[in-house]
Nanobody, 124 residues
Framework: QVRLVESGGESVQAGGSQRLSCTVS????????LGWFRQGSEREREGVAS???????NYAGSVKGRFTISKDNATNTLFLQMNSLKPEDTGMYYC??????????????????WGQGTQVTVSS
């Protein structure tokens, strides 16, 4: 059974930093893509960053240079380091997994499994 569990979301002031974690279990596909997505109030869920099996990364333009996605294969943990946070980064952050991908994207429709989300709030 595939399971993804996020943690680390909290309230922070603009300009601050935060690191999200996602523990992943039950995935046997070593080529799986892992990604972070977010959804603010009255906004659609959007892709933030993704990482492929070889460590290749992909970022949304709004977070490039501020956020870093990484993973620890030994502990099956996905991370999102967020720096220089802005109020518009506020939202529920989800990790997700895409099995047997053609390539890692930031499209929500491509991902097969999702965590329950962790809330990030950035105040001005």
């Amino acid at each position: 059974q595939v399971r993804l569990v996020e943690s680390g979301g909290e309230s922070v002031q603009a300009g601050g930093s935060q690191r999200l974690s996602c523990t992943v279990s039950g995935i046997v596909d070593r080529g799986a893509c892992l990604g972070w997505f977010r959804q603010g109030s009255e906004r659609e869920r959007e892709g933030v960053a993704s990482i492929d099996a070889d460590g290749g990364t992909n970022y949304a333009g709004s977070v490039k240079g501020r956020f870093t996605i990484s993973k620890d294969n030994a502990t099956n943990t996905l991370f999102l380091q967020m720096n220089s946070l802005k109020p518009e980064d506020t939202g529920m952050y989800y990790c997700a997994a895409e099995l047997f991908p053609y390539g890692c994207t930031l499209l929500t429709t491509s991902y097969d499994y999702w965590g329950q989300g962790t809330q990030v709030t950035v105040s001005s």
